[in-house]
């Protein structure tokens, strides 16, 4: 049996977790799924609120992995498998899933802020010389505890979710650290109004601190909500991808027009699709011509023209004219569906960079309780009351925010490959935006890449009496009956420039040398020097005119008219329109460009020399290409391979970064990192400027995820007291937590603001 045969067969699901608060509940989500038999890998993405997972179908069952999730504690939602385009029931599900969480977090701080407002000034006022109710202690405390209990009720979800995630997981999460914080506000207030109430200690009405828990409280759901609402904007790019699908298509089934729902469109209907309508499905056009916007799909404005013969993708535009098409790609396989199905792939992969981050959050909430633990011990030891050090102990669990260390890099990365899609650069993996950024050089296969991959006519060279048209003229009749490709490149060459080719007849060909008939009553007879010379043609100063073109890396062919050598023609493959200015702007970037092909050394250079490119790799077999890429690896490059996708597979998978030119319509997800959805080649240096950018974004993110913790932590636990007489209060504690990840969040949502190079 085969290595192939033994393995087991894989499946990938998505699944929406609901209730995540920080990065220690992604790490717990990703335990939980990893454990049951049959996962072979599970990847969570705390922005994004949702689980990618690999398993065999024979082992588990996607309603298995949802109960693995419940049991952790949190809320799973199925999405589609595979990552199928979700239909329109999902994508308004989703959006209304949203609004909702919305809503509840802005009620929640609405009634909290309510409430926690009176508390503050009841707790407070007399310190700021505000007039206060005459009442007595036991007064004053009863109804701070009726204003602070609704508050903590309201909020419930800290204290049933931080608590049952240490009891079903042994992990804790930030809403244990929030649970414990405001947990032991409350009680320690309520021990202490007890103590009031019975007469045992009227003056500990003078240590409740049931202000802090509610204020906390409000402070916290405020920041939840801001969080909630900066979360929903890094997911815009997909949302709006998806809802570029249509909802219905007009089909011709038995000769008559019948509007069906877009999921009952079938490969090999007839569609018809009328002035102004989105193109429903993917497909070939039969009848008809129209100009569609296809802006949705290679970030163009300019309308592209579509007649019989043309393929169309859905979700773009139609014009002011009609057409019929025949549906080819339905479902999932439209181009559009792939496009989200690379973004959402894209969005839940981590990048390397996030390992650290993770690695800390796993750790982070024991190691942030026992450092509270520790300093309210050492206050107390060194004879702080048992309501400072509770206080110290209260600071330094609600400054602690694993919410941005979760934050930092999967919400760069949601916004980072939102934008390289929305800019027609589809990126596959996190690792791979990561890794563009480091590329040194960059290696372009030549043909279809930055040449066009058809030969074009290029050079019309008269050495004698018969004019450049007459003798374009004549070689387009005699080359008309050649199947070569060049002979083609003559003939296209001919009709372009509005030339009549007449008939030919006695047609010769001769191997490996040219071709020979008659035309109009004179011989004509194309070929290289060693034919021309075999059939007696003086040739005299041609052969030189032959090697300028050569040289210049076109391939060029004698013409010879009535025994007399008539002139030559030249034909190459032409370079695409932008291929100059794409490499131009990767060597500003200090990236080495090298160019590999399958043609000789002097075609080869001749095209490096005109595109300014470092090196030419030349007459390398499309086997030996990705050998070349390992060299340039083994000298030390971070090498990306630049390809059409299909026969440079090889080369793109050794690449560091394989970036496939796709062609709007054919998106080639099967080969290379990246796929540029236009087959512009200057979107490779935009694609390492997105990469740069956004690695620029999690960086910075991480930096001041990382800081704020390791400053506020100690901080919060007494660090400046012995210097400057600062200890922390707790409510200030808790503001700063609530905006730390709203901050990194922010900061990620800037990089929509990128300048992209072109």
Known sequence: MSDEARKPAQESVTIGVAGMHCAACVAAVERALKKVDGVADARVNFASEKATVDFDPQLVTPKA????????????????????????????????????????????????????????????????????????????????????????????????????????????????????????????????????????????????????????????????????????????????????????????RDGAEAEVPIDQVLVGDVVLVRPGQKVPVDGTVTEGHSSVDESMLTGESIPVEKGPGDRVAGATVNGTGSFRFRAERVGRDTVLAQIVRLVEQAQGSKAPIQALADRVAAIFVPVVVAIAVVAAGVWLLAGASFAAALSIFIAVLVIA?????????????????GLGAKNGILIKSAEALQRAQAVTTVVFDKTGTLTRGAPALTDVVALGRVPADELLRLTAAVEKLSEHPLAEAVVRGATSRGLAVPPAAHFKSVTGKGVRAMVEGREVVVGNRALMEELGFALDGAGA????????????????????????????????????????????????????????????????????????????RPGDKAGEVRKLQEAGAVVAMVGDGINDAPALSQADVGIAIGTGTDVAIESGDIVLV??????????????????????????????????????AAGALYPFFGFLLNPMIAGAAMAFSSVSVVTSSLLLRNARMRR
């Open 401 to 417: 925010c694993p919410c941005a260390l979760g934050l930092a890099t999967p919400t760069a990365v949601m916004v980072g490959t």
């Open 65 to 252: 992995l949802e109960h693995a999730i419940a049991e952790a504690g949190y809320e799973p939602r199925a999405e589609a498998a595979g990552g199928a385009l979700p239909d329109a029931e999902t994508t308004d599900r989703e959006r209304e899933e949203r609004r909702r969480e919305i809503a509840s977090l802005r009620l929640r701080f609405a009634v909290s802020l309510g409430l926690a407002l009176p508390l503050l000034y009841l707790a407070m006022g007399g310190h700021a010389g505000l007039p206060l109710p005459a009442w007595s202690g036991g007064t004053m405390a009863l109804v701070q505890l009726l204003l602070t209990t609704p508050i903590l009720a309201v909020n419930h979800v800290f204290y049933s979710r931080g608590i049952l995630a240490v009891a079903r997981t042994g992990a804790a999460t930030m809403d244990t650290l929030v649970a414990l914080g405001t947990g032991a506000a409350w009680l320690y207030s309520l021990a202490a109004s007890v103590l009031v109430w019975t007469g045992r200690d009227p003056h500990a009405a003078h240590r409740l601190y049931f202000e802090t828990a509610g204020v906390l409280v409000a402070f916290i759901v405020l920041g939840k909500w801001l969080e909630a609402l900066a979360k929903g904007k890094t997911s815009e790019a997909i949302r709006a991808l998806m809802g570029l699908a249509p909802r219905s298509a007009v089909v011709v």
């Open 545 to 620: 005119r032959v090697g300028t073109l050569e040289a210049e890396g076109k391939t060029a062919v004698l013409v010879g008219i009535a025994g007399e050598l008539a002139g030559a023609v030249a034909v190459a493959d032409t370079l695409k329109e932008h291929a100059g200015a794409a490499v131009d702007a990767l060597r500003r970037m200090g990236r080495r460009v090298v160019m590999m092909t399958g043609d000789n050394r002097l075609a080869g250079e001749a095209i490096g020399r005109q595109l300014g490119i470092d090196a030419v790799l030349a007459e390398v």
């Open 678 to 715: 236009r087959g512009d080649v200057r979107d490779v240096a935009v694609a390492i400027d997105l990469s740069r950018a956004t690695m620029r974004t999690i960086k910075r993110n991480l930096f001041w995820a990382f800081f704020y913790n390791s400053v506020g932590i100690p901080v």
